[in-house]
């Protein structure tokens, strides 16, 4: 079956760091692949996708690129803020009723 | 616009009571879901509707019941739940139910059952 492990959290870093979080999955055809953000108290915001191979999804200042060679579509982000502290959740979807299958998430604390 | 809207926003109710949960989106798209998360872990699926019929029941307790009125709406009607279902509930969207589609997520309804 489909299958999305991160790297686990909390990630903590000092504002204007490099973020990167790792995320590697496992399908057995050609997903699209997505990063959701969940900020404290609210829901789920899609925050870029990439649906083939070598795709690169960007959206404020963040950046993942679908890997098919090595099964990876990991989210990198030049300068963090300390408003980008959040749950951010890798998924895929393979088109079979939209049903999503997500990583377990991974907490990013940023200090001022 | 890509906005989904859940209602009530927080939702206390003891495990006699009946309730309801509502999601609407005016985005005109087919597929409607609802979600079940816990804290710090990722959404857990537990309905979909496509075309407003239901095309997967993710082996939900009956206590749950979801109803799609037209294209727009979706409910979640709870009866005598138990504290362990106690969660964020959560809505989607998306264009189509099959296809490289995004899901588009409401705010939740924060459940407690005591």
């Known amino acids: 079956g489909n299958s999305v492990t991160q790297m686990e959290g909390p990630v903590t870093l000092s504002e204007e760091a490099f973020l990167t979080i790792n995320c590697t999955y496992t399908a057995t055809g050609y997903p699209s692949l997505f990063w959701y953000v969940q900020y404290p108290g609210e829901g789920l915001q899609l925050l870029l996708k990439a649906t083939k191979a070598d795709d690169k999804g960007s959206n404020k200042g963040f950046e993942a690129t679908y890997r098919k060679e090595t099964t990876s579509f990991h989210l990198e982000k030049g300068s963090v803020q300390v408003s980008d502290s959040a749950v951010y959740f890798c998924?895929?979807?393979?088109?079979?009723?939209?049903?999503?299958?997500f990583g377990a998430g991974t907490q990013v604390v940023v200090t001022p | 616009d890509t906005e989904v809207t859940q209602t009530p926003k927080h939702l206390v109710m003891g495990m006699t009571n009946k309730k309801s949960l509502k999601c609407e989106q005016h985005m005109g798209h087919r597929a409607m879901y609802w979600y079940k998360q816990k804290a710090k872990k990722p959404p857990e699926l537990m309905f979909v509707?496509?075309?407003?019929?239901?095309?997967i029941n993710e082996s939900v307790p009956s206590r749950f019941s979801p109803e799609c009125p037209n294209s727009s709406l979706l409910n979640l009607h709870l009866h005598a739940l138990q504290p362990e279902d106690s969660a964020l509930y959560l809505c989607?969207?998306?264009?189509?139910?099959?296809?490289?589609?995004?899901?588009?997520f409401g705010p939740g309804t924060r459940l407690t059952v005591t």
């Open positions: 998924a895929l979807s393979e088109g079979s009723w939209g049903k999503l299958q």
């Open positions: 989607a969207s998306s264009q189509e139910p099959r296809g490289p589609y995004e899901q588009y």
């Open positions: 509707y496509s075309y407003e019929k239901l095309s």
